[in-house]
T-cell receptor, first 113, second 116 residues
Framework: GDSVTQMEGPVTLSEEAFLTINCTYT??????LFWYVQYPGEGLQLLLK?????DKGSNKGFEATYRKETTSFHLEKGSVQVSDSAVYFCALSDRNTGNQFYFGTGTSLTVIP | DAGVIQSPRHEVTEMGQEVTLRCKPI?????LFWYRQTMMRGLELLIY????????DSGMPEDRFSAKMPNASFSTLKIQPSEPRDSAVYFCASSSRDTGWNSPLHFGNGTRLTVT
């Protein structure tokens, strides 16, 4: 079945450091891929998405590229800020499974000044 | 766009009591999802609806849990009787299948349930 695997946290970085959070997926069909961010006390918010191979999703300085050959969708940011501290979830939606969404376990990021 | 609206934001109840969580999806969205989030188990899908019809309720933990969607603008998740292990944050999310199978989920801010 479909699934998403993302790197274990927590991740702690200094401000302006480079961020990578790894995400790989397994899907029976041709999924769309998403990154969601959850700030304390809030629901998950869509950060970016990509719907086909080699698409790059980007938002707020974050980027992720849909790599079909490696079944990956790694999240990157060149220079993190304290305000980026949150939990990040990788997810997929596969038309073969009736629009159901599959989420990774989440990666907690803390950015220290 | 008011977003997905959940109520209440916080609920504290005693074991054995009935709890009802409410959700109003984004207008025009025809898919609705209920999730539960805990530190131990992370984000779990409980049930989801398409066009008000339950499609997959395999994530509902027990018969104590039930969900309804009487119309396109309202859904409830009920726990009866509640137990301390039900303590969690419950999220409702909606999506529009009409705009494509790759349309994203939009989450509410959740209901934090504490059962003592």
């Amino acid at each position: 079945g479909d699934s998403v695997t993302q790197m274990e946290g927590p991740v702690t970085l200094s401000e302006e450091a480079f961020l990578t959070i790894n995400c790989t997926y397994t899907a029976t069909g041709y999924p769309s891929l998403f990154w969601y961010v959850q700030y304390p006390g809030e629901g998950l918010q869509l950060l970016l998405k990509a719907t086909k191979a080699d698409d790059k999703g980007s938002n707020k300085g974050f980027e992720a590229t849909y790599r079909k050959e490696t079944t990956s969708f790694h999240l990157e940011k060149g220079s993190v800020q304290v305000s980026d501290s949150a939990v990040y979830f990788c997810a997929l939606s596969d038309r073969n499974t009736g629009n159901q969404f599959y989420f990774g376990t989440g990666t907690s990021l803390t950015v220290i000044p | 766009d008011a977003g997905v609206i959940q109520s209440p934001r916080h609920e504290v109840t005693e074991m054995g009591q009935e709890v009802t969580l409410r959700c109003k999806p984004i207008s025009g969205h025809n898919s609705l999802f209920w999730y539960r989030q805990t530190m131990m188990r992370g984000l779990e899908l409980l049930i989801y609806f398409n066009n008000n019809v339950p499609i997959d309720d395999s994530g509902m933990p027990e018969d104590r849990f039930s969900a309804k969607m009487p119309n396109a603008s309202f859904s409830t998740l009920k726990i009866q009787p509640s137990e301390p292990r039900d303590s969690a944050v419950y999220f409702c999310a909606s999506s529009s299948r009409d705009t494509g199978w790759n349309s994203p989920l939009h989450f509410g801010n959740g209901t934090r349930l504490t059962v003592t």
